[in-house]
């Protein structure tokens, strides 16, 4: 019983990960049609901003507000660089997919080589306050509190997510887009502008995961958001495109099935489960759980 | 027709994946009633509508003139021309199904300006009464008054409507017709239809189409009082148009 609890709610802790990296890629693609490989860096940002925050940053640090601080410095630069990205490398590219995926993939990799050239390839130990050590004792399993830190930080940003979507004049009109883009532009909307506050509100997720994922793992290191971004990529697929409730159920799926199957199969067998979790959907139900629509 | 043409179409040309669709289509559209596009399945009576509206599909490109009230539409972006009073009701509808009735017209309200939610809900009471509904499972002809709700909640110049009754049964087709004979006493339309008794009803002015040129325009009742030219022209008689 404790093994299954433990096992839970680890998953869970995965699982808020994924979500905070999908729900934004998946708004991203929904909304504007871009796979966007370089959706790792943002996580990178949001990581080493956070990092670099806590040692240099005045009133930053590693307990307390001074955390806070640390983290929301980390989602400022995460969100400041997914808007220059899109302003800058994207939008003169939306209707040409192949130079979008070119640009996308060479950012993500001369985003890894820049943070390596700047502070290492080696990882870093990351700033954390010493509770998110801890652990806490939920029906007998010793969960620990960083994971558990990512669950409650997941369940804010979708709330957030959501009600953002079902009760603003953006909100209406990136679940719009979603469905029909041209439709939106021909009642007179720039759709252009949803496009900028999605990538927004993606590096911002994205950046927030860098941070707290440096918090669950206890450190930082470069290639990070490459390794997260692939299982993100499943999950939007999994979960539908443009869709941000299909990301959360996915993104439970896929945090679950990893962690059970490794403990009690093989370490590794996991990410294959997923992988064929993937194709079983794909083959069943190629739209995804929720199909091309922004749910509110 | 009287007074300035309220938009002028001149040696406009449409090439989409390769294929010449208009090949210099020229016409005007008179500042009051409807004016009809007409022609046979695949002439570019659709590809013409989404021209004037910037919307050539990715890919494709358009050249030519479109001209309203004294400025060149064709390139500036679809959402300008839409504020600049082009309202559009696209063929097949294309409500938001995953949106509320009343999600779809909030979406269409326009910044600086008071929705004529009145004027709406006096056509179409429904849409006030299922404006809590999905607009994905209004019936066909539900949804077309949703889509032609959407661009009456502002005042437009020019109303693009395109094919408004494919689809829909004939008690709706009726109600369709007598809706847009309304709007086109305030408001003048550029029209695509099919449904020749519509075209006898509502057009004042018509434009044939064939093979992506202009093969006929003139006043809609002298096209369609003349059996020559509806045989000629659409390929059916001046009878088949009054059914």
New interface residues.
């Given amino acids: 019983m404790n093994t299954i609890v433990l096992l839970t709610l680890t998953g869970l802790g995965l699982a808020a990960l994924y979500f905070l990296v999908a729900s934004g890629l998946s708004l991203v693609f929904g909304l504007a049609d871009v796979l966007n490989f370089a959706h790792g860096l943002f996580l990178g940002v949001g990581a080493y901003g956070t990092w670099w925050a806590a040692g240099n940053l005045p009133g930053a640090g590693g307990e307390g507000l001074g955390f806070v601080l640390a983290v929301a410095f980390g989602v400022a630069a995460g969100t400041v660089v997914a808007v220059l990205v899109e302003l800058v490398l994207i939008r003169p590219l939306y209707s040409r997919t192949i130079e979008q995926v070119l640009v996308t993939v060479g950012l993500s990799l001369a985003g890894v080589a820049l943070l390596q050239a700047t502070w290492g390839a080696d990882a870093r130990p990351f700033p954390r306050p010493a509770w998110t050590r801890q652990v806490t004792g939920i029906l007998g399993a010793q969960v620990p509190n960083g994971g558990l830190l990512l669950i409650v930080a997941a369940a804010v940003v979708l709330g957030a997510l959501l009600a953002f979507l079902r009760w603003t004049r953006y909100g209406l009109i990136i679940r719009a887009g979603v469905e029909n883009r041209e439709m939106v532009t021909a009642l007179g909307i720039d759709v252009r502008k949803a496009f900028t506050l999605v990538f927004a509100i993606g590096g911002a997720a994205a950046a927030l995961a860098g941070a707290l994922g440096g918090v669950y793992f206890g450190t930082v290191s470069p290639g990070q958001g490459g390794s997260l971004l692939i299982f993100a990529f499943i999950v939007v697929v999994i979960g539908g495109m443009g869709s941000v409730v299909g990301s959360a159920y996915a993104a439970v799926a896929v945090g679950l099935l990893q962690q059970f199957v490794n403990y009690y199969g093989a370490s590794g067998v996991g990410d294959l489960c997923v992988v064929a979790l993937l194709a079983v959907v794909l083959l069943l139900r190629p739209q995804g759980i929720a199909g091309k629509v922004a749910h509110a | 027709m009287t007074g300035e043409p309220v938009l002028t179409v001149a040696d406009l040309s449409v090439r989409i994946a390769g294929l010449h669709i208009l090949q210099g289509v020229s016409f005007t559209v008179a500042p009051t009633g409807v004016t009809v596009l007409l022609g046979r399945n695949g002439v570019g009576k659709t590809t013409t509508l989404r021209a004037v509206?910037g919307?050539t599909p990715?890919?494709g490109e358009a050249r030519g003139t479109v001209r309203m009230g004294g400025r060149d539409l064709l390139d500036r972006?679809?959402?300008r021309l839409?504020?600049a009073g082009l309202g559009?009701v696209?063929e097949d509808r294309?409500v938001?199904?995953?949106?509320t009735v009343a999600?779809n017209l909030?979406?269409?309200e326009?910044r600086g300006t008071t929705p004529a939610y009145d004027r709406v809900f006096a056509l179409f009471p429904e849409l006030d009464r299922r404006g809590r509904q999905r607009a994905g499972s209004l019936s066909g002809g539900q949804q077309q008054m949703l889509a032609i709700g959407?661009v009456l909640l502002?005042d437009n110049r020019l109303l693009l409507v395109d094919e408004p009754t494919k689809g829909l049964a004939p008690k709706v087709v009726t109600e369709v017709a007598e809706v847009l004979e309304r709007v086109a006493e305030t408001v003048p339309v550029l029209l695509v239809e099919q449904n020749l008794a519509v075209v006898r009803r509502l057009a004042t002015d018509a434009v044939v189409l064939s093979a992506g040129r202009v093969a006929w325009a003139g006043g809609a009742g002298e096209l369609l009082g003349s059996a020559e030219l509806t045989r000629s022209l659409l390929g059916v008689g001046s009878g088949e148009v009054r059914a």
């Avoid at chain 2, 938001?96 to 949106?99: I, N, R, S």
Wanted: proline share 9%; glycine share 8%.
């Fill in positions: 509206l919307l990715r890919g972006p679809t959402h839409v504020r559009y696209p294309d938001f199904a995953g949106l999600e909030r979406l269409a326009r959407r502002n």
